[in-house]
Nanobody, 120 residues
Framework: QVQLVESGGGLVQPGGSLRLSCAAS????????MSWYRQAPGKERELVAT????????NYADSVKGRFTISRDNAKNTAYLQMNSLKPEDTAVYYC?????????????WGQGTQVTVSA
């Protein structure tokens, strides 16, 4: 059974930090690109960060660059998102995504999401 389970969300004050985890099972984790997306109420889901299957390359949305760090541990089948210097505009449900491309078609799995609220 394929599963992606996010954890680590919660309420934090502006300037604070959170570390999100995404535990994967039921597929070959090391073959998939891992990403974190987020969606705030009334807004489109947006890509936050991406890491390649081996962890050799990362990319970030401009809005989080320098504050967030994506990482992965293939031996533990887990991806992480370290979030520092959090701002109220970071408030959203954060989703873990695993994807690979086969014949130009994306094959992706999604987690259930974890709420991050940044508020004074």
């Amino acid at each position: 059974q394929v599963q992606l389970v996010e954890s680590g969300g919660g309420l934090v004050q502006p300037g604070g930090s959170l570390r999100l985890s995404c535990a994967a099972s039921g597929f070959t984790f090391s073959s998939y690109v891992m990403s974190w997306y987020r969606q705030a109420p009334g807004k489109e889901r947006e890509l936050v960060a991406t890491i390649t299957s081996t962890g050799g390359s990362t990319n970030y949305a401009d809005s989080v660059k320098g504050r967030f760090t994506i990482s992965r541990d293939n031996a533990k089948n887990t991806a992480y998102l370290q979030m520092n210097s959090l701002k109220p505009e970071d408030t959203a449900v954060y989703y873990c995504n695993a994807a690979r491309w086969v014949a130009a078609t994306v094959h992706a799995y999604w987690g259930q999401g974890t709420q991050v609220t940044v508020s004074a």
